[in-house]
């Protein structure tokens, strides 16, 4: 049955029938969590997007890592991680083996968003295991702005990175993360770290044109970024006269900050528009959104 499984799954590991035998096996006890966790590797090195694959490790962990954590981590949970050493918990070295594995299958094959979501699942189950948090939101801060640069135009990447800095205010707001600056050394705030990644956005933006993930994603931190400073705050009128460019509705309601993000917006939109190649139809676009969802 083993081998029959094993060799089912290398061919067709879409069909869920095999791995459900396999789970069956594991619970009476006649397959070891660490030849399985081998199999799901070696399937996911042939087919990367395959989501059963991710389920089935998901499944794993549930099931029989985090019941029984004197289990043995497997060795591929702790090649991957800058020398976790045998005493750190075993449950949180899997994780953190799961998150180099989400990155080499990320790598492997383009948009691959199951395994962003399953990065997404290992994100919110280390999020629950405060010990070392600060660390392991600093590390994924860094290597998603690295992947970023190199994969302008996946929306997954940039979908995780949207999930990552919501994760990273949250955990502050519950006292889970002291500040901040644990995790991102240059902000010491909400506002700061999404002035930041618009900031960090823009560069990509002008730096390879044409891309409109990086239009999408950007709407996403204004919006967030709106909801901190106006929705967060009590709201005040500008001290300055309206800028052109802006609806008097608008003006009369928003701070000082949020004009000047706006006014930036404006500027981008203006940079976009002497173009003559395809950042001049998404910068058309980024006015229109502009114009009908933040009033601009």
Not at 126 to 141: F, K, N, T
Not at 198 to 218: D, K, M, T, V
Not at 275 to 290: I, M, P, V
Request: charged share 20%; hydrophobic share 40%.
């Amino acid at each position: 049955m083993l081998r029959w499984t094993q060799f089912c799954l290398l061919v067709a590991p879409e069909v869920a029938t095999f791995w459900n035998i396999r789970k069956q096996l594991l619970q009476h006890g006649s397959l070891s969590v660490d030849a399985d966790l081998h199999l799901t590797r070696l399937v996911l090195s042939r087919k990367p997007k395959c989501m059963e694959v991710f389920q089935h490790r998901k499944w794993l962990f549930h099931h029989i890592l985090a019941p029984c954590p004197s289990l043995p981590s497997p060795p591929c949970a702790i090649d991957h991680h800058n020398g976790s050493g045998p005493d750190e918990e075993p449950n949180r070295r899997f994780l953190l083996g799961e998150l180099e594995i989400c990155r080499w299958t990320a790598d492997k094959h383009q948009n691959n968003y199951h395994a962003w979501n399953h990065r997404l699942w290992v994100l919110q189950q280390l999020a629950e295991r405060p010990l070392g948090l600060a660390e392991v939101c600093r590390a994924e801060y860094e290597a998603c702005h690295r992947w970023v640069r190199t994969h302008v135009s996946e929306h997954s990447g940039l979908h995780y990175m949207q999930h990552l800095l919501a994760t990273l205010v949250t955990l502050v707001a519950e006292g889970v993360l002291l500040n901040l600056a644990e995790a991102v050394p240059s902000a010491t705030c909400p506002k700061d770290l999404y002035c930041t990644e618009l900031e960090f956005n823009r560069n990509l933006i002008e730096q390879y044109p044409g891309h409109e993930a990086l239009f999408c994603h950007r709407r996403v931190l204004l919006q967030r970024l709106q909801d901190i400073l106006l929705h967060a705050a009590p709201l005040h009128r500008t001290a300055s006269p309206p800028p052109p460019a802006l609806k008097r509705s608008c003006v009369e309601t928003v701070n000082g900050e949020w004009s000047t993000a706006l006014l930036s917006e404006r500027d981008l939109v203006n940079k976009c528009l002497q173009t003559d190649s395809y950042q001049k139809t998404l910068g058309e676009r980024h006015a229109h959104w502009l114009s009908n969802v933040l009033a601009v």
